[in-house]
């Protein structure tokens, strides 16, 4: 019998914003957490001013600090945990990989964002595949092979149990079934997310909602070797969109922040405009119509059956403009060049702006809802399948 589930940390800026997480704490009496950024800096996120307003202080205690690699054996060794391993499909390196399965220590996955981010990774329009040397591919293919290997062999550590979430990430995991001992298919976070949070408390209704993706400020991009944005030139741009927008609606566009937007940057680039953060769900269920480049926020706007407008540009980069190629097509949106767009030509787009019904609820079904179900948080069913597997309390 298992006695506590953990969570391994090499970043804290997603500490309290995660449902699973905020789940775990309910339900079980022994959580731990591991702060592992000593023993393997390898896997460390990047972190700066810029990053969400998330620290360890979220935690509910102090998280366990290794200070030598054989003190953690000794733990793994000695405890009987289950690892939750972070939020998300963040692949242990294979020293931390070799050590769990050296300890038999059961390690759970969960992706429940959607499939929709690694598809976009996979498309050859971005840029960032097309970089690669042929060199590099070769390394990658190699290395990804070796791992492969030691997995058959059972010398890196499979996930014992891994969540998913939409019938399209089907399609990138089966392929390398090895990888994984158990897969179960739940709603996504974002669903969950709605289900969650019903009430909603926001009075007013007659505003627009641009759905911020902090564009020159993501981590990732930089990790990917995409070019930095300028953010004076994107916010200046950006700024005269929403000025034209809400002269032809008379509505005033509201800001739903991403958490890499730092609340210290909003008198410089959306000076005299409301700004909100961790309110997205309850914003979108309001609004007109939404705007948005790419997030994974737009899945707000979809189970909520909003219109919404694209918004392209010379200076986005390939990740999200095949993002918005994909959701475009999905479901039928239109798209516009929103630094050059004339007023006329706005005000023709935005009386044909509409919801395709049919494509919506296709989406949902791809990216979105598990069906069978439909009404039931992944978070909850997470739980129940966790507590049973391990005997956990």
């Known amino acids: 019998m298992f006695k506590k589930i953990g969570f391994m940390y090499f970043s804290y800026h997603r500490v309290d914003s995660d449902e699973l997480f905020q789940q775990v704490l309910l339900n079980f009496e022994h959580v731990v957490f591991f702060d592992l950024r000593n023993l393997f800096p390898e896997m460390c996120l990047k972190e700066s001013e810029d990053v969400a307003p998330f620290s360890k202080d979220k935690l509910p205690h102090p998280p366990v600090i290794f200070r030598s690699m054989s003190s953690f054996k000794a733990y793994l060794k000695n405890e009987r945990i289950v690892i939750i391993n972070g939020f998300g499909d963040q692949k242990p390196m ?62 890196l550590s499979k996930y014992d149990l891994y969540f998913i979430s939409g019938e399209r990430l089907l399609k990138g995991i089966t392929k390398y079934k090895i990888k994984y001992k158990e897969i179960i298919y739940v709603n996504s976070s974002t669903y969950d997310y709605t289900l969650n949070h019903k009430e909603n408390t926001i009075n007013e209704s007659d505003f627009i909602v641009f759905l911020d993706f902090a564009v020159p400020f993501i981590v990732d991009f930089e990790k990917w070797g995409f070019k930095a944005i300028d953010p004076d030139l ?138 069978g179900d439909e009404g039931i948080t992944s978070s909850k069913k997470i739980i129940n399948i966790i507590k049973e597997k391990y005997c956990i309390k």
């Open 94 to 155: 294979w020293r931390l990989s070799y050590l769990l399965n050296r300890y038999k220590v059961p390690m759970i996955g969960v992706q429940t964002k959607s499939g929709l981010d690694s598809e976009i990774l996979r498309d050859n329009k971005v840029s960032v595949k097309r970089e690669l040397t042929i060199l590099k591919k070769i390394i990658d293919k190699t290395t990804f092979f070796i791992y492969l290997v030691l997995l058959y062999f059972r010398v």
């Open 234 to 371: 994107y916010y200046s741009q950006l700024n005269n969109f929403f000025c034209l927008i809400e002269k032809l609606t008379s509505k005033t566009v509201v800001i739903c922040a991403h958490p890499q937007f730092n609340v210290k940057k909003k008198e410089k680039y959306f000076p005299n405009r409301e700004v909100v953060w961790f309110k997205t769900n309850a914003y979108v269920e309001k609004s007109s119509f939404v705007l948005v480049h790419f997030t994974n926020a737009v899945h707000y706007a979809i189970i909520h059956n909003k219109p919404i407008l694209l918004l392209d540009n010379d200076i986005l980069n390939p990740y999200i403009k095949t993002g918005m190629d994909y959701i475009k097509n999905e479901l039928n949106l239109t798209r516009v060049d929103y630094n050059s767009i004339s007023e006329g030509d706005l005000l023709s787009v935005l009386s044909f702006l509409k919801v395709d019904l049919d494509k919506y609820n296709q989406f949902k079904m791809n990216f979105l809802i598990n069906p």
